[in-house]
C-alpha cells in the first residue's frame, strides 16, 4: 500500500485552497475541526472530479472524439494519483485516531 511519503510530489491544488479559504496562513495548530472536516470533503471531491474526468476521456477515446493515447494516460494517471493520494491521506487519519484510542487516561 503506498504512504504519504512515497506521493510528497503530488499536487493537490484542491486541498490547499480548501486550507487557504480566507487567503493568509495560519500558525500551526490554530485549525477548527470543521476546517479540517471541510479540506477532507474537498481532497475527496477533487478526487471524484478526476476519475470522472478518467471516465469520461475514456469514453470519448472509445467513441473517436478523443485520439490521443498520450492524452488518456495523464488524465486517467492524475485520476490514479489522486485516488492513491486520498486513500493514503484516509489511512494516516485511521492510524491517528487508532493512536488515540489506545491513550490511557
Given at each position: 500500500m503506498s504512504t504519504v511519503n512515497t506521493l510528497t510530489g503530488v499536487t493537490n491544488?484542491?486541498?490547499?485552497?480548501?486550507l487557504s479559504s480566507s487567503g493568509t496562513k495560519k500558525p500551526e495548530?490554530?485549525?477548527?475541526?470543521?476546517?479540517?472536516?471541510?479540506?477532507?470533503v474537498n481532497?475527496?471531491?477533487?478526487?471524484?472530479?478526476?476519475?470522472?474526468?478518467?471516465?469520461?476521456?475514456?469514453i470519448d477515446y472509445a467513441m473517436g472524439e478523443l485520439t490521443?493515447?498520450?492524452?488518456?494516460?495523464?488524465?486517467?494517471?492524475?485520476?490514479n494519483?489522486?485516488?492513491?493520494?486520498?486513500?493514503?491521506?484516509k489511512n494516516g487519519i485511521l492510524d491517528a485516531y487508532k493512536e488515540l484510542m489506545q491513550i490511557q487516561v
Open positions: 491544488d484542491y486541498l490547499t485552497q480548501a495548530g490554530s485549525g477548527s475541526f470543521d476546517e479540517l472536516y471541510q479540506a477532507a481532497l475527496i471531491s477533487g478526487t471524484n472530479s478526476y476519475i470522472q474526468q478518467a471516465q469520461q476521456a475514456e490521443s493515447t498520450h492524452e488518456l494516460s495523464i488524465i486517467e494517471e492524475k485520476a494519483i489522486a485516488l492513491q493520494y486520498t486513500v493514503a491521506i
